[in-house]
């Protein structure tokens, strides 16, 4: 062991960028001593030691506590070292899942309540739209005023297998059939726009829709859909499939809960008299 490669603590605390009291609480409960210590008692540390440091400092970062690490020092071989590297790794590929499921929420949220800013709430629209990938709860029959307390606890379920964090948006589903009867109250699904890697991918499908926007409280957005049947109607739109509703703006954004601006988009065949 070169004495040129010996540092004092205060020296391998800038480089190592962990604090000179850490270092000193390491020592002494066994987890990461000084390769040398004079009789003075100043501490000394290799340059190779930085390797090991900054792996306990990985560690940390993601969770561990300072006895599992310990407990790995001080039993450590290679085999041993690969078993608990691997598992980390699979730590850290779980947490990274769950990091971007979090950005994604944070940009979804973003685009949505800048998309609502701008949204014209007294006149309904047809566009194309693009296939849309969808994670799905299980199917129910259910009024918004009724919704059952299996849907909530099977969709967060659901969320979770997805590595989504709480409060990622969602929608509910009004199915064809109930369209068709003029009735916009019977949930049929929630839904969250994702790709999925642990549930069933589905889809919104591609195609014509009409969308129209409303201020309304959650389970409360049945009131415009008499509008909605009377549009369809008025301009001969044929429903060809079921209906979204997206809250764009709602209690992250909003104190007034008579303010949430709800997006509804209903799946119709291409009209032909709209231009897109």
Not at 53 to 60: D, T
Not at 69 to 85: C, D, G, K, M, V
Not at 127 to 132: F, T
Not at 141 to 165: C, G, T, V
Request: proline share 4%; aromatic share 10%.
């Amino acid at each position: 062991m070169h004495q040129s490669d010996m540092m004092s603590i205060s020296d391998f605390s800038k480089m190592s960028d962990i604090p000179r009291k850490t270092l000193i609480y390491y020592d002494r409960i066994g987890l990461f001593k000084p390769a040398f210590v004079a009789d003075n008692g100043y501490r000394y540390y290799h340059r190779s030691q930085l390797d090991t440091i900054g792996m306990i400092h990985v560690f940390k970062e993601f969770g561990m506590s300072l006895e599992e690490i310990r407990e790995h020092q001080s039993r450590r071989t290679p085999a041993n070292t690969l078993e608990f590297l691997r598992k980390q790794g699979e730590v850290v590929q779980l947490q990274m899942a769950k990091l971007e499921r979090t950005r994604q929420m944070i940009s979804m949220q973003a685009e949505r309540i800048e998309h609502s800013i701008h949204v014209d709430t007294s006149r309904m629209k047809v566009i194309r739209q693009a296939r849309i990938p969808l994670l799905l709860s299980c199917r129910v029959h259910a009024s918004k005023e009724q919704i059952p307390e299996y849907l909530w606890d099977d969709f967060q379920m659901r969320l979770e297998r997805e590595n989504a964090p709480i409060g990622y948006p969602n929608g509910v589903i009004v199915k064809k059939e109930d369209l068709l009867k003029k009735d916009g109250d019977m949930v049929s699904h929630m839904f969250s726009r994702m790709t999925t890697h642990s549930e069933e991918q589905q889809y919104m499908p591609e195609g014509f829709y009409l969308v129209s926007y409303t201020k309304a409280d959650y389970g409360d957005t049945d009131k415009i859909y008499p509008q909605i049947f009377d549009y369809i109607e008025k301009n001969q739109y044929v429903v060809i499939g079921d209906a979204y509703e997206e809250y764009l703006q709602d209690e992250v954004s909003l104190q007034n809960p008579e303010e949430y601006l709800v997006r509804i988009m209903v799946h119709i065949k291409e009209p032909s008299n709209v231009s897109i």
